[in-house]
């Protein structure tokens, strides 16, 4: 046997002559035998090395080897340690038994049988050996678990990490089974969809989202199960019912029995592209309404001319010359059109002086025609000239969105209120005009009125682009000015006014007072026959 596999066995006897015959037999078990003469001594060896048997001889009456005894019991780093009593039978062997009744103390009295001693002995060894080897095996499954555990901890600690990198993406990240049973539900997802993710998990994705998709659904779960992911975009619903457009990634998972997808909401982007080719047609349309209205202007002149010299000629008679006039009232009206359509397409370089009820009444004579169809009364009231440094066009613009907008409120007919007066904007101490547009149409939602100038909102449904009123803003603020909504209920019905207000140059009033629509006249235009 070698060393390394040799076990210590400590003798402890006072006895030379009992030692004598029992030393030889235990010698031929290999194991490594370790003898002291004192206590102190055999305690030292204790401490020092790990023992599998105490050999102590008992000799009455000193009770050095009972007091070693009674220490390698009691003490926990020595359970693993049997003890052996040798004793010449003066003591009484219930004393013993008594104080050390254990599977692991033996009582051997002599004369010895060396043989029945190196039997015991071996079995002590034996069962030592085993629970050494248990212990062994013990440590390292323990040693494994602690590792694996640390292990299982790091790894659901980057799980953790992921999960919350996950749910912290804006995009919609969804795991669902081959069932199209939802398993996760990032807060992005509940930011698209409306849906919190305890209302989700469990629920069939395509239910749920009542998905519209540009291929069949079999061609897509195909294409996953080949290839492992699919790229497209879906059709889907919130939960307040708005339909969004969302571009997806679909991937399958190893195991083949789950799918990840990544969807964002791409609603506003299609939004913009169209509204871009929109105004790319209508600034396309407006060149060549300008420059038919330029071409017009030239044989206008001429004809405007010819009729003036008809007009004065002194052959014509009363009769003709009534209808020459009144052909030159018609040829104003339409120089007056062409002059207007210049105006929207040509733009000044530098700001100009202009008059916001200038502004107004040109934009209300180009709504003339929708004013006449939907029965809606004009109400006019210019209290001042309002006069503001800026852009025509742009102006124009503004107050042809509130106007239009207006209108369209009020299908059934209805009154429509335009006022201009001076005002100060007490929050800025700041002289300038109030603009007013109301109408008595519809009204606007409360829940919709945090949203109004929010680009892409709309409450015409898909007639609307949604940009009328956040480009109106645009215009409003980089005049420094403010614009504001209020929608007033009544039993009577709603009033719904936007307020304007423009810092002017001054408060001063025109050359000519306009009398008449323009100074708080209350006409009605005739219904179109």
């Not at 420094?480 to 810092?503: A, D, K, Q, Y």
Request: with cysteine; aromatic share 6%; net charge neutral.
């Amino acid at each position: 046997m070698s060393k390394t596999d040799q076990v210590n066995i400590l003798i402890l006897d006072d006895q030379p002559s009992r030692l004598l015959s029992y030393e030889p037999c235990l010698t031929e078990l290999g194991e490594n035998l370790i003898k002291t003469a004192s206590v102190t001594e055999a305690i030292s060896t204790l401490l020092k090395s790990e023992v599998a048997a105490v050999l102590i001889g008992i000799t009455p009456p000193a009770r050095d080897g009972i007091e070693l005894a009674e220490m390698v019991s009691r003490h926990g780093c020595f359970e693993k340690t049997a003890i052996i009593f040798i004793s010449d039978g003066s003591m009484k062997d219930s004393e013993l038994v008594q104080k050390f009744d254990n599977d692991a103390t033996v009582y051997v009295k002599t004369p010895i049988d060396p043989k029945a001693l190196c039997g015991k002995v071996k079995s002590l060894v034996a069962l030592h050996r085993k629970k050494s080897t248990s212990d062994k095996l013990k440590s390292d499954f323990d040693r494994r678990v602690d590792e694996r555990t640390d292990e299982l901890l790091k790894s659901q600690a980057k799980l953790k990490m992921r999960a919350r990198l996950l749910d912290i993406a804006t995009e919609a990240i969804i795991v669902r089974d081959l069932n199209g049973l939802i398993s996760f539900w990032n807060s992005g997802a509940e930011k698209t969809y409306g849906w919190t993710r305890e209302e989700a998990l469990g629920r069939k994705i395509h239910q749920l989202l009542q998905t519209t998709f540009p291929v069949p659904f079999d061609e897509i779960e195909k294409q996953l199960r080949e290839r492992g992911v699919w790229h497209g975009r879906l059709t889907q619903s919130r939960k307040n019912g708005h339909r969004i457009v969302l571009d997806c990634r679909k991937t399958m998972n190893e195991e083949n029995d789950a799918v990840l997808e990544v969807n964002r909401d791409i609603t506003s982007e299609i939004k913009a592209e169209e509204v871009l080719r929109a105004t790319e047609k209508l600034a396309a349309m407006g060149r060549v309404a300008g420059i038919i209205a330029h071409e017009i202007n030239n044989p206008l002149a001429a004809i405007t001319n010819i009729f003036y010299l008809l007009r004065n000629h002194p052959q014509l008679g009363d009769e003709p010359r009534a209808l020459v006039e009144r052909a030159e009232q018609e040829l104003e009206r339409v120089s007056h059109i062409t002059r207007q359509t210049l105006s929207f397409y040509r733009e000044a370089k530098q700001p100009i002086l202009v008059f916001v009820p200038e502004i107004l009444d040109d934009v209300l004579e180009l709504q003339n025609r929708l004013l006449r169809e939907n029965k809606i009364t004009v109400r006019r009231k210019y209290y001042s000239a309002a006069p503001v440094t800026g852009f025509p066009a742009e102006l124009r613009q503004v107050f042809l969105n509130l106007v239009g907008n207006a209108i369209q409120a009020m299908p059934d007919g209805g009154v429509l209120g335009v006022s201009v007066r001076e005002t100060t904007d007490w929050t800025r101490n700041l002289r300038g005009t109030m603009i007013s547009i109301t109408d008595t149409g519809v009204g606007i939602q409360p829940e919709d009125a945090s949203q109004l100038f929010q680009p892409f909102f709309s409450t015409k449904s898909t007639k609307g682009t949604g940009l009328g009123l956040w480009i109106s803003q645009g215009i409003v603020q980089k005049y420094e000015g403010r614009i504001t909504c209020r929608t007033v209920r009544g039993t009577g019905g709603n009033v719904t006014s936007f307020r304007v207000f423009l810092p002017g140059i001054g408060a001063f009033e025109r050359a000519h007072h306009v009398e008449g629509e323009t100074a708080g006249h209350e006409y009605h235009v005739p219904a179109a026959h």
